[in-house]
């Protein structure tokens, strides 16, 4: 049951990782490329505002195209790693030859 548990939270924080850093980046390089605006933000809220409309919008975009391969693969990794137990937490307990199992 241990390692049931530790593959789903694998698959979580595969998931949601991969989903952050993914839109993340894309966000990033939305604004890198983005033209400068065409009147100058007149207050830190202002250039916020515009930068975040654009990051926003690669980072949906983002989820949109990828998001079901980022699932599927999270998924995969998850629960393979728990069957072969190559994932912290869901390696099965050794036990040693002769010792009584209770």
């Known amino acids: 049951m241990k390692r049931v548990a530790f593959g789903f939270l694998w698959f979580l924080v595969l998931w949601i990782g991969a989903s ?24 830190v809220s202002e250039g916020f505002a515009q930068g975040y409309q654009t990051g926003h919008a690669a980072g949906q975009e983002f989820g949109r195209r990828y998001g079901a391969l980022i699932l599927i693969g999270a998924l ?10 190559v994932l912290p937490g869901t390696k099965r307990k050794a036990h040693s030859e002769g010792a009584p199992v209770e």
């Open 76 to 85: 995969v990794i998850s629960v393979v790693g728990s069957v072969f137990g």
């Open 20 to 43: 952050a850093i993914g839109g993340g980046i894309a966000g990033s390089l939305a604004q890198a490329t983005r033209p400068p605006p065409s009147a100058t933000p007149q207050t």
